[in-house]
T-cell receptor, first 108, second 115 residues
Framework: LAKTTQPISMDSYEGQEVNITCSHN???????ITWYQQFPSQGPRFIIQ???TKVTNEVASLFIPADRKSSTLSLPRVSLSDTAVYYCLVVGGGKLIFGQGTELSVKP | NAGVMQNPRHLVRRRGQEARLRCSPMKGHSHVYWYRQLPEEGLKFMVY????????ESGMPKERFSAEFPKEGPSILRIQQVVRGDSAAYFC?????????????FGPGTRLTVL
């Protein structure tokens, strides 16, 4: 499974748009890109998944360039409750391989 | 539609005792995954099971750890003769089909503390 690289931490303020970029240079043809969110003392929660171009749901958008070697999770107008760790994963079926994730801190 | 359920939520054991962690997948899901999260670290895959079958146990320690997902009842992760290094949060996830586009839904976890 392809390894992912993402920033260890990010700071933002309420109401701002937050973009978290993830690198996955060795992504395979059949792999999908998936993002999870984890709050302290809770299990990860699925945010969004995509294969190429752009995917949008009620929570976030996911941008994937044509070469698929990176992806960007976009969180519009973050609030304090979006403070969490965000994991970028490359998924080929079966087990999920979690990296360190990006610790997002949203300040008032 | 209840989510993934895990019990107990907190478990305290003394060194050498056995720990049994239970996971009930979401209704209609026949694929279960166990992950372990050590303090200040990301989740690490342990084992992937389908009903009555172990599909992938590449992340499971070779000794003291075992997992099952019987035809009836919850999935069980069993740790024998626990040691302090087993203290961690253990998360279970489930999915309906196990294919690449399946979403894995996670439970709230069981926090194991070994004294």
């Amino acid at each position: 499974l392809a390894k992912t690289t993402q920033p260890i931490s990010m700071d933002s303020y309420e109401g701002q748009e937050v973009n978290i970029t993830c690198s996955h240079n060795n992504i395979a043809t059949n792999d999908y890109i998936t993002w999870y969110q984890q709050f302290p003392s809770q299990g990860p929660r699925f945010i969004i998944q995509g294969y190429k171009t752009k995917v949008t749901n009620e929570v976030a958008s996911l941008f994937i360039p044509a070469d698929r070697k990176s992806s960007t999770l976009s969180l519009p107008r973050v609030s304090l409750s979006d403070t969490a760790v965000y994991y970028c994963l490359v998924v080929g079926g079966g087990k999920l391989i979690f990296g360190q994730g990006t610790e997002l801190s949203v300040k008032p | 539609n209840a989510g993934v359920m895990q019990n107990p939520r907190h478990l305290v054991r003394r060194r050498g005792q056995e720990a049994r962690l239970r996971c009930s997948p979401m209704k209609g899901h026949s694929h279960v995954y166990w992950y372990r999260q050590l303090p200040e670290e990301g989740l690490k895959f342990m084992v992937y099971l389908q009903k009555e079958n172990i599909i992938d146990e590449s992340g499971m320690p070779k000794e003291r750890f075992s997992a099952e997902f019987p035809k009836e009842g919850p999935s069980i992760l069993r740790i024998q003769q626990v040691v302090r290094g087993d203290s961690a949060a253990y998360f279970c996830a489930s999915s309906p089909r196990g294919d690449v586009t399946d979403t894995q839904y996670f439970g709230p976890g069981t926090r194991l503390t070994v004294l």
